[in-house]
């Protein structure tokens, strides 16, 4: 496998608390999210699973329980709802994505600039399938990003893309000091290697549920979100790593008190465990995968800085 270039240190977040009690979302002073036209959304092409060159990378698939949790998508038989280069796929019992795919070309990145947050609802879903504004308003929570605007801002379309980026099916509740730094560490990783290396890669991410997930304003809050990259080496083989991301389950009995979040790379078949997500031949070009079946020990490192990432 390709080797991988020095990132930036991932930094810990701190302790954030909230301790308001619940408001009905009446009262909160905040406009009314608006829908995108279907006529706005009309002719998205989505995620290319022929992106890269030399391996075809389908979308994950769902398994299991998961599967029969898709939220459904006319038209599609994946029930994937398609943007400027990325789709994404929802859970009907969370509201929330299952997971996102995106095509990055690192030799076309544009910079869009971020002016106004306009979080909209996708027209394609009944909008009491997608978690909106109220979760948000007055409290820690940032509206997290799971395609990250600037990474789908490439080509002649990312004006679109980054309109596209600012659906609240792309939304997860992310505690702020998680997006705005450990999360954002990995993403910016990512981004530049992409950029310097004027490299196509295909980006996957997205929560882990849990049945234990602490419920927060009728929404289920995961605990831990995941990305699987694909792209073409050095050598040009196929090449696959996984990243998780979670936090101590502290959470305090009168709001949020998430503890320190702690950043893991560990195997694509791991991640598939975890969230009964199949990534189909991902796994085999993934060397933590390979060892682990090697040696039958599954392989986690704890990342706290560039020298410890392992490919």
């Known amino acids: ?90 859970s009907r019992s969370r509201r929330l994505a299952i997971f996102t795919a995106l095509n990055l070309d690192g030799r076309e990145l544009v910079d869009v600039p971020r002016e106004n947050d306009d979080w909209r609802f996708d027209p394609r879903l009944a909008e009491d399938r997608q978690v909106g504004e109220s979760l948000y308003a007055r409290n820690p929570l940032d509206r997290g990003h799971l395609v990250r605007r600037t990474s789908a801002n490439w080509g002649s379309d990312a004006e679109q893309a980054n309109a596209d980026t600012f659906h609240f099916t792309n939304c997860t509740p992310q505690m702020a000091g998680f997006n705005q730094r450990t999360w954002l560490g990995l993403e910016d990783y990512l981004l530049e290697h992409a950029r310097a290396d004027r490299q196509r890669i295909s980006v996957f991410t997205g929560p882990v549920f849990r049945e234990g997930d602490r419920r927060y304003r009728g929404v289920q809050i995961p605990e831990a979100y995941w990305k699987v990259v694909a792209f073409m080496g050095e050598d040009e083989r196929p090449s696959a790593t996984a990243y998780m991301i979670e936090q101590a389950d502290d959470l305090d009995q009168l709001g949020f008190m998430f503890g320190q979040y702690k950043t893991y790379q560990r195997s694509v078949a791991r991640i598939e465990t975890l969230t009964q997500v199949d990534f189909g031949e991902l796994a085999n070009f993934d060397g933590f995968s390979n060892e682990e079946r090697e040696t039958g020990t599954r392989i986690e490192a704890e990342i706290r800085g560039p020298s410890d990432i392992r490919i």
């Open 1 to 90: 496998m390709s080797q991988v270039n020095d990132r930036p240190r991932l930094r810990d977040m701190r302790r954030l608390v909230d301790k308001r009690p619940f408001t009905p979302t009446a009262a909160f002073d905040h406009p009314r999210a608006q829908a995108t036209s279907l006529e706005e959304l009309a002719n998205r092409q989505g995620y290319d699973k022929n992106f890269l060159s030399k391996i075809v990378v389908p979308l994950p698939a769902p398994v299991g329980d998961l599967f029969e949790d898709v939220t459904p998508v006319a038209g599609s038989e994946e029930g994937s709802l398609d943007y400027t280069h990325f789709s994404i796929v929802m």
